[in-house]
């Protein structure tokens, strides 16, 4: 599979998992291969795809669970001993799963910005081509010239 053929791959693959966050829609891979209309066998093949694919359907699973979790409310007045370490443990973990959403959510935005200067250095690329092309275009044209005045 092309760089590109991957790209349009990923880009395909986001739109369907922003549109079925927005439609409250549980992300699995055949959910996100059906609304994407990559086939899930493509998906599974490609780690990248299947890696992009795995790492939103954490994320939302986090995010069930911490809502979840949230809404279990603060520390109660009269814990003491092991009780009162064990509320303290969760709640820290509750951070640490927190953190890790908002990780997760930098890593999904660095990988858009890596595919974005993918395509941007492809597209320099062609430029530079082009410009080098035109200057020799222009060469010819300027010898043909020289060539016609005398």
């Keep these: 599979m092309t760089q590109a053929r991957l790209n349009e791959n990923l880009e395909k693959i986001e739109k369907a998992i922003t549109n079925l966050r927005r439609g409250k829609n549980k992300l699995t891979i055949s959910n996100i291969a059906k ?8 998906i599974y093949n490609r780690p990248e795809l299947k890696e992009r694919c795995d790492q939103a359907i954490l994320i939302q699973e986090e995010l069930e669970q911490a809502s979840k ?18 509320f303290r443990y969760e709640k820290v973990k509750n951070e640490l799963r927190e953190q890790k959403i908002i ?12 595919i974005e200067k993918d395509e941007m250095k492809g597209t320099i690329q062609r430029l530079q081509e082009d410009n080098e092309r035109l200057r020799e275009q222009l060469r010819q044209d300027q010898k043909n010239k020289v060539r016609k005045i005398k």
């Design 35 to 42: 609304k994407s209309g990559v086939p899930r066998r493509t």
């Design 69 to 86: 979790e949230a809404a279990a409310g603060t520390e109660p007045a009269k814990l003491y001993g092991s009780k009162l370490l064990q």
């Design 103 to 114: 990780n997760a959510k930098i890593l999904e935005n660095n990988r858009k910005l890596v």
